[in-house]
Nanobody, 120 residues
């Protein structure tokens, strides 16, 4: 079973930046699309970005477009989420998840989540 581990979360002030990492083990990452999701207290889980297995397709939610950047390094079995200009409303637990090849596939493997808190 594919295992995903997120890291890089923490406490940051508004306007600051963080880079989240999602490292895969068990299988090589190059056949998987990877999505980033977040869930804030009292809210539904939200898909914020996705990158296809080849990197040829990238999506962003409107709430993060222009501020967040997703990328992948298949040789390192890692997907990154660079988060800039962070806002308090970005506070959430962030998860990465794997699906087969395309970003419209099911996401069957999930990481444990990493907490991002944006506060002054």
């Amino acid at each position: 079973q594919l295992q995903l581990v997120e890291s890089g979360g923490g406490l940051v002030q508004p306007g600051g930046s963080l880079r989240l990492s999602c490292v895969a083990s068990g299988f090589t990452l190059d056949v998987y699309a990877i999505g980033w999701f977040r869930q804030a207290p009292g809210k539904e889980r939200e898909e914020i970005s996705c990158i296809s297995s080849s990197g040829g397709t990238i999506t962003y939610a409107d709430s993060v477009k222009g501020r967040f950047t997703i990328s992948r390094d298949n040789a390192k079995n890692t997907v990154y989420l660079q988060m800039n200009s962070l806002k308090p409303e970005d506070t959430a637990v962030y998860y990465c998840a794997a699906g087969v090849v395309l970003c419209d596939s099911e996401f069957d493997s999930w990481g444990q989540g990493t907490q991002v808190t944006v506060s002054s």
